[in-house]
T-cell receptor, first 114, second 113 residues
Framework: GAGVSQSPSNKVTEKGKDVELRCDPI?????LYWYRQRLGQGLEFLIY????????KSGLPSDRFSAERTGESVSTLTIQRTQQEDSAVYLC????????????FGPGTRLTVT | GEDVEQSLFLSVREGDSSVINCTYT??????LYWYKQEPGAGLQLLTY?????DMKQDQRLTVLLNKKDKHLSLRIADTQTGDSAIYFC?????????????FGTGTKLQVIP
């Protein structure tokens, strides 16, 4: 497809389990972003990848959160030992280059921690 | 860090104009965006404006930027029921040496038939 895709679309997990969320950016987009949107709140920046540069992890809320990106393709966001407050929609976006270009968003993964 | 604020709710009648406002704090912001989120859907980029512009028009959408007051607005002419959604203002700025986008909390637009 031409857009950003994410999987799974929905994930229900028990508190304490690890989860892995996947993002496939638009082909050729060098910048990739992860955001979190809690119910009734705005988007919260988590992490940003730009090419082969070290990622900007300044938005990660705790050391239970980590993300990887293979080159300029797929990214995975991992949440270890999930907590109920991790329940949110996790959105991935990509852009052609960093800064100043449109960020195209995926449909998101809705994570529910029970 | 950057702070982006929007009012939470706006209600208009079909056919009227809607104006959604946004304020931000970082004067070094370079690009400012408006996104639309319909129920159950992801974010859709509506339009964006460079910080050296005052206005941008795209069909029914008009974006106004007052850089001095750090105020951004989105005007939707002839508002339709299909425009009902949450509208997010977003600002690109520098944070810790990196460029990042900061979003407002979103304004829920309700269009009354």
């Amino acid at each position: 497809g031409a857009g950003v895709s994410q999987s799974p679309s929905n994930k229900v997990t028990e508190k304490g389990k690890d989860v892995e969320l996947r993002c496939d950016p638009i082909s050729g987009h060098t910048a990739l972003y992860w955001y979190r949107q809690r119910l009734g709140q705005g988007l919260e920046f988590l992490i940003y990848f730009q090419g082969n540069s070290a990622p900007d992890k300044s938005g990660l809320p705790s050391d239970r959160f980590s993300a990887e990106r293979t080159g300029e393709s797929v990214s995975t966001l991992t949440i270890q030992r999930t907590q109920q407050e991790d329940s949110a929609v996790y959105l991935c976006a990509s852009s052609l280059v960093s800064g100043g270009n449109e960020q195209y968003f995926g449909p998101g993964t809705r994570l529910t921690v029970t | 860090g950057e702070d982006v604020e929007q009012s939470l709710f706006l209600s208009v009648r079909e056919g009227d104009s809607s104006v959604i406002n946004c304020t931000y704090t970082d004067s070094s912001s370079t690009y400012l965006y408006w996104y639309k989120q319909e129920p159950g859907a992801g974010l859709q980029l509506l339009t964006y404006i460079f910080s050296n512009m005052d206005m941008k028009q795209d069909q029914r959408l008009t974006v106004l930027l007052n850089k001095k007051d750090k105020h951004l607005s989105l005007r939707i002419a002839d508002t339709q029921t299909g425009d009902s959604a949450i509208y997010f203002c977003a600002v690109l700025g520098l944070g810790g040496g990196y460029q990042k986008v900061t979003f407002g909390t979103g304004t829920k637009l309700q269009v009354i038939p």
